[in-house]
């Protein structure tokens, strides 16, 4: 039941709704007979509701569902993706999980949260580049964010790029979204 359960409580909220029904089947065929509940949260359940109110968010069962999904991906993955067309909640649904946060007893999770749109910067000055002039480093917003952050205490820290995903800053990602959590610099930092 266990097994079954983190199957389907770490996918559900990666899986578009057309797709439910062959997962579900799947889920099924695997573990026939069993269906255990959720895992609750009644803390974070509550934090998230207070937090809807708080922030002036209709707490609709199934945004809160959807936060509370967010926190569960953001505590076992350390780079995640919010995808769907624009005004769905994607950016409602993050700033509702940091304020859930900072309800937690001794604001252990006070998390601190950059927020750039990168689609609205050439790719050098998000991440930086050598100038053929001096061939000296220039920071871009993201490396220099980055820096910034490596200084500080121990605290959560989230780095959202905003819009679109756009295949020029993706790519320079992968090194930091796959397990090495390292952003190489074009001056091989």
Request: proline share 5%; glycine share 4%.
């Amino acid at each position: 039941a266990m097994l079954m359960r983190a199957l389907r409580d770490f996918n559900i909220p990666k899986i578009i709704k057309e797709d439910e029904v062959v997962f579900f089947g799947l889920l099924k065929d695997l573990f026939p007979g069993l269906d255990p509940p959720r895992s609750m949260d009644p803390d974070l359940e509550a934090n998230v509701l207070r937090a809807c109110k708080e922030m002036g968010t209709d707490p609709d069962e199934v945004f809160r569902l959807k936060v509370v999904q967010l926190e569960e991906l953001v505590s076992i993955r350390h780079c995640n993706f919010m995808m769907g067309p624009a005004m769905s909640g994607k950016s409602t649904c993050w700033r509702t999980l940091v304020k859930a946060r900072e309800y937690e007893p001794g604001q252990e999770r006070l998390t601190y949260v950059h927020d750039i749109s990168a689609k609205v910067m050439l790719t050098q000055d998000l991440y930086g580049y050598t100038s053929l002039a001096t061939r000296e480093w220039q920071d871009g917003v993201l490396s220099k964010i980055l820096r910034d952050l490596n200084q500080m205490d121990e605290k959560p820290k989230w780095i959202m790029l905003d819009g679109d995903l756009d295949a020029n800053w993706i790519e320079s990602m992968n090194s930091v979204m796959d397990d090495n959590k390292i952003l190489t610099l074009p001056s091989n930092e």
